[in-house]
């Protein structure tokens, strides 16, 4: 299994560009998540969801969008992009929630520049 | 919301000590889960240990283990003999048991230097 992969690995933008990151995962799990890293900092949750079709917001989600088409897809749409928006992004995924660890699986990264 | 406190930015140990990392949480809850995820240069998460609230037995392994005080609301990681490979920015994480989404809640993590 390949696990969580994230495409492109780096990306510069300019100010007012938008894109997509992609993310994908074989494992069948139903919840995904989309977080970012600023530099020194922890993780915020930008979006996740429970299933195909299901998102919900999180801590920082202006500026982007989400959706589910698949099990095994989640992309972050960036729209307008912003210099506050250059930090590392990380893809989840994990099989359930309730009882069990149900632990997330993170993806290598997408280390975002905006200038 | 629950919050999680990682009151050191920056440890240092030296090769084939022992190291101890903080982390405390806030939450009302009582069924609850923590981690350790580790996450070296190559900016890869990594699961180090894991912990129910419930088990009052405290996880360990192999050279890693936790000191789980519920009372106390404390989960710290304790690494034995330490290699240069344990080099790496550890991240204490909550998540409750409710059927609530499976949201992680991280601190800000500590930035762990190994000393050869």
């Known amino acids: 299994n390949a696990g969580v992969t994230q495409t492109p690995k780096f990306r510069i933008l300019k100010i007012g560009q938008s894109m997509t990151l992609q993310c994908t995962q074989d494992m069948n799990h139903n919840y995904m998540y989309w977080y970012r890293q600023d530099p020194g900092m922890g993780l915020k949750l930008i979006y996740y969801?429970?299933?195909?079709?299901?998102?919900d917001k999180g801590e920082v989600p202006n500026g982007y969008n989400v959706s589910r088409s698949t099990t095994e897809d989640f992309p972050l749409r960036l729209e307008l992009a912003a210099p506050s928006q250059t930090s590392v992004y990380f893809c989840?995924?994990?099989?359930?929630?309730?009882?069990?660890?149900?632990?997330?699986?993170f993806g290598p990264g997408t280390r975002l520049t905006v200038l | 919301a629950q919050t999680v406190t990682q009151s050191q930015p920056e440890m240092s140990v030296q090769e084939a000590e022992t190291v101890t990392l903080s982390c405390t949480y806030d939450t009302s809850e009582s069924d609850y889960y923590l981690f350790w995820y580790k996450q070296p240069p190559s900016r890869q998460m990594i699961l180090v240990i894991r912990q129910e609230a419930y088990k009052q037995q405290n996880a360990t392994e192999n050279r890693f283990s936790v000191n789980f005080q519920k009372a106390a609301k404390s989960f710290s990681l304790k690494i034995s003999d330490s290699q240069l490979g344990d080099a790496a920015m550890y991240f204490c994480?909550?998540?409750?048991?409710?059927?609530?989404?499976?949201?992680?809640?991280f601190g800000t993590g500590t930035s762990l230097t190994v000393i050869p």
């Open positions: 989840a995924s994990s099989y359930s929630s309730g009882r069990g660890y149900n632990e997330q699986f």
């Open positions: 969801s429970v299933g195909a079709g299901i998102t």
């Open positions: 994480a909550y998540r409750s048991a409710r059927n609530t989404g499976n949201q992680f809640y």
